[in-house]
């Protein structure tokens, strides 16, 4: 069955970082476009989360969210059915569920989540 599973998040200061990792399984991983939201704390909708950063394949063009641009940095490895999100400079408004996504076409999946909290 399909399974995205990630991992990574924690509790970091102020200007810390953190690497999010996401495991996939049960589908073509290579074809997918793969992102990352995240849902902020006093929000439970999904259609509250927020698209943090995404990468095709497999060329890997990125996207960044306004908010993240230069202190976040995704990417993915095919051969392991892998992506990452490399987070610097977290700031106390990262702090969030953090959640990966897989797309193609009109089918879609979710992770679980993992907790990123920013505080000192």
């Known amino acids: 069955q399909v399974q995205l599973v990630e991992s990574g998040g924690g509790l970091v200061q102020p200007g810390g970082s953190l690497r999010l990792s996401c495991a996939a399984s049960g589908f073509t991983f290579e074809s997918y476009y793969m992102s990352w939201y995240r849902q902020a704390p006093g929000t439970e909708r999904e259609s509250e989360r927020e698209?943090?950063?995404?990468?095709?394949?497999?060329?890997?063009?990125?996207f960044y969210d306004a908010s993240v641009k230069g202190r976040y940095t995704m990417s993915r490895d095919n051969a392991k059915n892998m992506v990452y999100l490399q987070m610097n400079s977290l700031k106390s408004e990262d702090t969030a569920v953090y959640y990966c996504?897989?797309?193609?076409?009109?089918?879609?999946?979710w992770g679980r989540g993992t907790q990123v909290t920013v505080s000192s």
């Open positions: 996504h897989a797309k193609l076409g009109s089918r879609a999946y």
């Open positions: 698209l943090v950063a995404g990468i095709s394949s497999p060329d890997n063009p990125t």
